[in-house]
């Protein structure tokens, strides 16, 4: 339909994955995109055409945030239909060829809420969120851009407004096997695409990043980008998106990242966290932590003092990396100089202790004892605490680390085992420094070695674990 279309990589992907949903293999799509990237020309003006001349029998109701721009959708829909382009590939898939707002007369309607295909049983209705979709079934339900803006994002009567309507009149219009497509931006955590996403797992969902920040959303290997390039630097450069970052981290995060900021009551050290860049004091005696991680997901490993008279822990990452064997955890820790010092590790992996602890290794590793409900009662330990945080996998963790949350969106007392490897780090290392031993720091006296139940001091206690093997 465009001689000259600017194509990006992302555009071409967003047609792959709306090909295999208009053929049937994915039922039910969801595509996270940043602003003005051409979602909606694919999603809602190109694909409902394309759709109705694949199959004209197909009934699609195009939805939004307000009727004026599902009405705009599909007047768009229609000239793609009456154009000579169109008419070249789907021939049978026609419009009535006036304006007709009543079918009294036995024509085919056609106006800016609905048109039907002559000769067919499909068509096209268009309504904003809150509309009626009373006597209209439904085979395709498309919603793009279901939010507004920040304030009905953020508004929970807005929000209650459109999780109602979704379920009482959209949802009702389908049949088993109707599909569903929602396309939008992000803006809040219960928009209406993440309740949706909260309460339906059937759907695939699709996240593009306006700037490329990890490799957790790599579009099935066909993003080219490396770390920290742009999406689409002609249209929408790294400088000017990082320039939003900077004056509004919010609207960085949940517009372009798709990472709409949740409140500080889900995400779980979001309150008592506190980022710099700045070298961090030394308060006492310093430790390591550490979360083995595996080929998909990373290995955190952090170095942490403790001021325990004002009850802050200074902590910074060391490791925050993917595929790392205990080797090159070793290998970082010497460049780290960690020397004799402590490293507390999770004690799920005694295997990965020992390699620590035996030569050429020679670290002074020990275990953090799992108990019942173990992980719960160390994050609400560290919670008692201030932490001041440094590293890039740190700020990543804080906003991404969350407890699990009912179908209302209310946070309840399990956490979502995830984006935390750096988190279970600082759990395990400040929780048996504190609790799992007699240690006592920052004291006017610092104390070198380790006074705990696994021994005098980290030679006896590497002797001892050397002799049981776990």
């Known amino acids: 339909m465009f001689d000259d279309y600017s194509w990006n990589w992302h555009h071409r992907y967003i047609c792959h994955k709306l090909?295999?949903?208009?053929?049937?293999k994915i039922k039910k799509l969801a595509i996270f995109v940043p602003p003005q990237h051409g979602k909606s020309e694919l999603a809602?003006?190109?694909?409902?055409?394309?759709?109705l001349g694949k199959n004209p029998d197909a009934r699609i109701a195009g939805v939004s945030y307000a009727h004026s721009l599902s009405a705009k959708f599909n007047r768009s829909v229609q000239r793609y239909i009456d154009s000579a382009k169109y008419r070249e590939i789907f021939a049978n898939t026609q419009l009535y060829s006036k304006n007709i707002r009543?079918?009294?007369?036995?024509?085919?309607?056609?106006?800016s809420d609905e048109f039907e295909i002559v000769g067919y049983k499909g068509g096209y209705i268009s309504v904003g969120i809150g509309g009626g979709l009373t006597g209209n079934k439904v085979d395709l339900l498309i919603i793009d851009d279901p939010v507004k803006d920040a304030v009905e994002a953020g508004s929970p009567a807005f929000q209650a407004r459109n999780w109602e309507w979704y379920n009482s009149v959209a949802s009702t219009r389908l049949n088993n096997n109707a599909q569903q497509l929602l396309i939008q931006t992000r803006w809040d955590s219960n928009d209406l695409g993440g309740m949706i996403l909260r309460n339906d797992p059937e759907f695939e969902v699709i996240v593009i990043r306006a700037i490329k920040e990890d490799m957790a959303h790599d579009c099935e290997g066909r993003d080219p980008r490396k770390l920290g390039e742009a999406l689409w630097e002609k249209e929408h450069s790294?400088?000017?998106?990082l320039g939003i970052k900077e004056r509004s981290p919010k609207t960085y995060f949940s517009l372009y990242q798709q990472e709409p900021q949740d409140p500080t009551d889900i995400l779980v050290f979001a309150r008592n966290s506190e980022m710099t860049t700045h070298p961090l004091p030394s308060v006492s005696e310093t430790y390591y932590a550490c979360d083995f991680g595996f080929s998909n997901s990373q290995t955190g490993v952090c170095k942490f003092q403790l001021d325990v008279?004002?009850?802050?822990v200074y902590a910074e990452e060391v490791i925050y990396e993917l595929g790392y064997t205990n080797?090159?955890?070793?290998?970082?820790?010497?460049?780290d100089e960690i020397g004799n010092k402590l490293l507390i590790c999770d004690s799920a992996e005694p295997k990965s202790i020992q390699e620590l602890i035996d030569p050429p290794n020679n670290l002074n590793a020990i275990p953090c004892p799992k108990f019942q409900n173990s992980v719960l009662t160390m994050i609400l330990y560290l919670k008692s605490w201030q932490l001041v945080l440094k590293g890039a996998g740190f700020e990543f963790e804080v906003r991404k680390y969350k407890w699990k949350i009912n179908a209302e969106g209310k946070p309840i007392n399990k956490e979502v085992d995830a984006h935390n490897h750096l988190f279970k780090a600082l759990m395990?290392?400040?929780y048996q420094i504190m609790e799992g031993s007699s240690v006592s720091v920052g004291e006017d006296e610092a104390v070198s070695k380790p006074r705990s139940r696994?021994?005098?001091?980290?030679?006896?206690?590497r002797t001892k674990w050397k002799r049981n093997k776990f």
């Open 19 to 24: 090909q295999q949903f208009a053929d049937g």
């Open 44 to 51: 809602s003006r190109l694909f409902p055409a394309y759709k």
């Open 102 to 111: 009543s079918a009294s007369d036995g024509a085919y309607l056609r106006n």
């Open 238 to 241: 790294r400088e000017k998106i």
């Open 309 to 312: 008279e004002n009850k802050v």
């Open 327 to 335: 080797h090159d955890i070793a290998l970082a820790l010497r460049e």
């Open 428 to 430: 395990y290392g400040v």
């Open 454 to 461: 696994f021994g005098e001091h980290a030679n006896k206690k």
